[in-house]
């Protein structure tokens, strides 16, 4: 005599293999998670730092020139009727700014009427972090942004 189910289901061992393949897959994706998050806000932190400049060249060749604010932008005040032009980064980077000439950190950034500066370096850092997550640097004269990647 062979004994047999009445109702259609699954046993035990079988649903015990659907929650442990369930758990790998959440664990690894939760690993993952991260890792996208930081890639997509260095991304978009990168895309501001670059939109943000060429605000600041076409407001300058718009009007009497324009004044990029690194750093801290709460501690510059206003220039008579010269533009300032601020960041908006991601939460938790940050952005400097140095002069290639002698590697000083600067505060603001003169674009003259033509929409022309010196030439200088911008860093992307996260904020907590030591090494800046990626340097450009900029040709005041043409405009022209490099980047340069991370810094070493």
């Known amino acids: 005599m062979t004994l047999r189910a009445t109702h259609p289901g699954m046993t035990l061992i079988e649903t015990l293999a659907v929650l442990v393949l369930f758990a790998t897959a959440t664990a690894v994706t939760v690993g993952v ?10 991304q978009a932190a990168k895309i501001e730092v670059r939109s943000t400049l060429e605000r600041a060249r076409t407001k300058a060749a718009q009007g009497d020139g324009a004044i990029v604010v690194f750093g801290d932008q709460d501690r510059i005040d ?7 032009v601020r960041f908006d980064l991601p939460e938790n980077w ?12 600067i505060t603001s950034l003169r674009f003259d009427s033509r929409g022309r500066s010196l030439d200088f370096r911008v860093e992307l850092t996260r904020s907590g972090q030591d090494s800046p997550a990626a340097v450009f640097t ?11 990647g991370r810094a070493r």
């Open 94 to 105: 940050l952005v400097t700014a140095f002069e290639r000439a002698d590697d000083e950190a």
């Open 78 to 84: 206003e220039h008579g009727d010269t533009p300032l």
């Open 138 to 148: 900029v040709l005041g004269l043409s405009g022209q942004i490099i980047e340069e």
């Open 33 to 42: 998670i991260p890792q996208v998050s930081g890639a997509s806000q260095l």
